[in-house]
């Protein structure tokens, strides 16, 4: 059964920087599109960034557009997510998603807090 954990969420200034990760087990990697969602209180989940299985393409919301960045380590089967000049509206839970790049069949994490305040 396929698995993905989150990590590096926390409580940061506004300006600060946070890596989250999000490490993959029990299925094929190299075979699925990787994605990070946010859900704020009393929002709909937003999809934030994706790769694609290969890496070799990205895409971004607008909200965070030169913000972050999404990438991936094949070897270490983890997905990240640097995120630069926080700004209070990036607070939220994150969670990563892997989608495969032909059946479309999902996994979701559990979910990790990103706070961002002073």
């Known amino acids: 059964q396929g698995q993905l954990v989150e990590s590096g969420g926390g409580l940061v200034q506004p300006g600060g920087s946070l890596r989250l990760s999000c490490t993959a087990s029990g299925f094929t990697f190299s075979n699925y599109n990787m994605r990070w969602y946010r859900q704020a209180p009393g929002k709909e989940r937003e999809l934030v960034a994706t790769?694609?299985?290969?890496?070799?393409?990205?895409n971004y919301a607008d909200s965070v557009k030169g913000r972050f960045t999404i990438s991936r380590d094949t070897a270490k089967n983890t997905v990240y997510l640097q995120m630069n000049s926080l700004k209070p509206e990036d607070t939220a839970v994150y969670y990563c998603?892997?989608?495969?790049?032909?059946?479309?069949?999902?996994?979701w994490g559990q979910g990790t807090q990103v706070t961002v305040s002073s």
């Open positions: 790769t694609t299985n290969t890496g070799h393409f990205t």
């Open positions: 998603n892997a989608v495969h790049s032909l059946t479309y069949g999902a996994y």
